[in-house]
């Protein structure tokens, strides 16, 4: 039987201090827990299954593997190998609950439905943080003729990022866009709420378009799935589970 939250349940998650989301919750789908690579499609042959993370002690820039289960990392084979994660399921509004390690200089990310990402970097200690900083709604870009940035993003309002070599957590609640019985979209996608590290780093957010270059080639859809950065270099994650809100999966 699948466990929903319902609209109402969204108000209060929207309106109640955080608390960290938790394992034995009812309906939360585990993407990364004990079963490895099962619950992401493709070809993952540039992650790593361990039972922790750490810095590199030789090379502060790369994450080295603990023994064990629970923990997927990438690229610790070298550039060759950098990957990144699509989830198998596909989802609309959601609670999403991420927890990720990051080397000094990393940059990575999570993007809900595949479209819109909050950036994950190595930001700790800068005092006015920008979109493309750790908790950054990330700005839309261009590929050409080289890659760029055309808007500004939405910055975190806060600068809640650990530093590197720490576990951080990263909690958001996210409204699909909505679409008429022709397809035609009728009301924006949103961050509702995005936590980092226990302090809400963004609010309401209404996301006219999908992030990145993605506005241009990716057309967006109802329901999409979970991706985890690991193409831009090494970044490890832990405890990655989604709770749909109010439709089924």
Partial sequence: ????????????????????????????IELIGNSGLQAWQGE????????DAALDPKSPRSLVAKPGQGVLISSLKGRADFRNLTSKQTFADLEAHVE????KGANAGVKVEGLYEIQIKDSHGKEKPTADDCGGVYPRA???????????????RVNAAKPAGQW????????????????K?????????????????????ELKYPTG???????????????LQGDHGPV????????PIGQSN
């Fill in 44 to 51: 993952n042959e540039g992650w790593t299954v361990a039972g």
């Fill in 142 to 156: 261009e590929l050409r003729p080289r890659y760029h940035t055309i808007d500004k993003g939405v910055p975190p």
């Fill in 1 to 28: 039987m699948k466990h929903l939250l319902t609209m109402t349940t969204l108000a209060a998650l929207l309106t109640a201090p955080w608390t960290p989301a938790l394992a034995d919750d009812a309906g939360w």
């Fill in 236 to 243: 490890a994650y832990r405890n990655v589970r989604v709770r």
């Fill in 213 to 227: 270059h993605a506005w241009r080639k990716e057309k967006e859809v109802p329901r999409g799935p979970l991706f």
């Fill in 100 to 103: 990720f390690l990051i080397p």
């Fill in 168 to 183: 951080q957590t990263l909690d958001v609640v996210f409204q699909a866009p909505r679409f008429d019985s022709n397809g």
């Fill in 185 to 205: 979209k009728v009301e924006n996608a949103r961050f509702k709420k995005v936590v980092l590290n226990g302090q809400v780093i963004q609010e309401d957010v």
